[in-house]
C-alpha cells in the first residue's frame, strides 16, 4: 500500500514538473494574456488601490500557479508574464516549486509582482529569481496606509501580492520557487 502511494505521488511530482506537449505559440501568449487580465481584474476587486500602485509603477507581472503535496514531497508550476509599463512590451515567464514537508492536497494560487524601478523589472525578467527555503509574511492591511495595502515588500523597490480561490491571501509564501523566462514563447 505504502509503496502504492509512493509511486503514484513520483507520477504526479513528474506530471507537474513535465513541460508540455509544443503547442500554438501565438495561443498560449494570448491564452497567458488572458489570464492576466483575469488575475489583474481579481486583485482590483480584493484590493482597489492595487490598481493604481501597478499603473504607476515600472512594470507588473502575474502568475498563475498550481501545486500538488502527497506526504514529504511536493512542487508547483505555474506561467505568467511581465510587463514594462512604460513600452508596453511583454516578456512570457514560468515558474516551478519544491516542496519538503509533510502534507498532502492540491493548490491553486495566483502571484502579482510589482516593480517600482525598472532595474528590478529587469533583473526579474533577464536574470529571473529564485527564493531559498520558505519565504513567509503576513500582509499588512490596516496599518500600512498607500498603495500597497494588502502586499508585502519582497526586495527594495518590489511588493508581490497572492490570490487564493478566497480572495487575497493574509499570509504570503513562496518556497524554493524559480522564476525565469519561457524560451519557448518569446
Same mark, same amino acid.
Do not use: C, F, H, W
Given at each position: 500500500?505504502?509503496?502504492?502511494?509512493?509511486?503514484?505521488?513520483?507520477? $504526479?511530482?513528474? $506530471?507537474?514538473a513535465s513541460p508540455a506537449p509544443a503547442a500554438d505559440v501565438k495561443g498560449e501568449q494570448a491564452e497567458l %494574456?488572458? %489570464?492576466?487580465?483575469?488575475?489583474?481584474?481579481?486583485?482590483?476587486?480584493?484590493?482597489?488601490?492595487a490598481?493604481?500602485?501597478?499603473?504607476?509603477?515600472?512594470?507588473?507581472a502575474t502568475f498563475s500557479n498550481f501545486g500538488m503535496k502527497i506526504f514529504l514531497a511536493g512542487g508547483g508550476k505555474g506561467a505568467g508574464i511581465a510587463v514594462n509599463n512604460k513600452s508596453k512590451h511583454t516578456t512570457y515567464m514560468?515558474?516551478?516549486?519544491i516542496q519538503a514537508g509533510l502534507g498532502f492536497g492540491?493548490?491553486?494560487f495566483s502571484v502579482i509582482f510589482v516593480f517600482d524601478k525598472k532595474s528590478a523589472l529587469d533583473a526579474f525578467i533577464n536574470s529571473g529569481w529564485e527564493f531559498g527555503g520558505q519565504a513567509t509574511a503576513a500582509a499588512k492591511t490596516g496599518d500600512q496606509g498607500g498603495?500597497?495595502?494588502?502586499?508585502?515588500?519582497?526586495?527594495?523597490?518590489?511588493w508581490m501580492y497572492q490570490l487564493t480561490d478566497a480572495g487575497l491571501a493574509a499570509e504570503l509564501t513562496l518556497k524554493s520557487t524559480k522564476f525565469y523566462k519561457d524560451k519557448d514563447l518569446n
Open positions: 500500500m505504502l509503496r502504492n502511494l509512493a509511486a503514484i505521488a513520483a507520477l $504526479a511530482l513528474l $506530471a507537474i %494574456r488572458d %489570464r492576466s487580465k483575469t488575475i489583474l481584474a481579481d486583485l482590483y476587486k480584493a484590493q482597489p488601490g490598481k493604481g500602485a501597478i499603473q504607476k509603477a515600472a512594470g507588473y514560468k515558474m516551478a516549486e492540491i493548490k491553486k498603495s500597497y495595502q494588502g502586499a508585502i515588500a519582497v526586495s527594495d523597490g518590489v
